[in-house]
T-cell receptor, first 112, second 114 residues
Framework: DQQVKQNSPSLSVQEGRISILNCDYT??????FLWYKKYPAEGPTFLIS?????DKNEDGRFTVFLNKSAKHLSLHIVPSQPGDSAVYFC???????????FGQGTRLTINP | EAGVAQSPRYKIIEKRQSVAFWCNPI?????LYWYQQILGQGPKLLIQ????????DSQLPKDRFSAERLKGVDSTLKIQPAKLEDSAVYLC????????????FGPGTRLTVT
């Protein structure tokens, strides 16, 4: 069963515009949500996270929004830059554990 | 601070052969994870160690996969015998003590089984 889903395999955005990546989850026992960014031939790197008790967390150009009632989170990148082109993974942590459950990833391409 | 190290970076083997991957986590990180990432999918946890002990190996195919973490530092993941469906990137990650949710990943080993 896929507890964390990223339904868009790819997204193409023009440089300078906003990129919005979406993620849905099914398990109410997730207490932390994270976004990881992955370049080719490298491991995923941590980008930003949000606790389940919050609805927004911001770090520079990156903002994550959490809608618990809809079991949905999104990552906003403003403004988008060419270096943002990568695969983005949404991940969720089960309450009381360190285990992360990952979505399938969304490939973001920023066009000049 | 040195990151998570993995070797080899690439490996090609024939089915039914065996293969081993090595991981050296970030110094001081008590928790070590092995993930399997099949093309087009997200990383899937295979096994999680806390120091020397196994915390979670519920998704490890134990008939062919094995892992160990001697002395609570380096870890080795082995596949014997390999199947075609084992072709994937094997990622090692570590996290700091105290229940940190942030995991630091190595570059991965890309395994191709022919």
């Amino acid at each position: 069963d896929q507890q964390v889903k990223q339904n868009s395999p790819s997204l193409s955005v023009q440089e300078g515009r906003i990129s919005i990546l979406n993620c849905d989850y099914t398990n109410s026992m997730f207490d932390y949500f994270l976004w990881y960014k992955k370049y080719p031939a490298e491991g995923p790197t941590f980008l930003i996270s949000i606790s389940s008790i919050k609805d927004k967390n911001e770090d520079g150009r990156f903002t994550v929004f959490l809608n618990k009632s809809a079991k949905h989170l999104s990552l906003h990148i403003v403004p988008s830059q060419p270096g943002d082109s990568a695969v983005y993974f949404c991940a969720a942590r089960l309450q009381g554990a360190q285990k992360l459950v990952f979505g399938q990833g969304t490939r973001l391409t920023i066009n000049p | 601070e040195a990151g998570v190290a993995q070797s080899p970076r690439y490996k090609i083997i024939e089915k039914r052969q065996s293969v081993a991957f090595w991981c050296n986590p970030i110094s001081g990180h008590a928790t070590l994870y092995w993930y399997q990432q099949i093309l087009g999918q997200g990383p899937k946890l295979l096994i999680q160690f806390q120091n020397n002990g196994v915390v979670d190996d519920s998704q490890l195919p134990k008939d062919r996969f094995s892992a160990e973490r001697l002395k609570g530092v380096d870890s080795t993941l082995k596949i014997q015998p390999a199947k075609l469906e084992d072709s994937a990137v094997y990622l090692c990650a570590s996290s700091a003590p105290g229940g940190s949710y942030e995991q630091y990943f190595g570059p991965g080993t890309r395994l191709t089984v022919t």
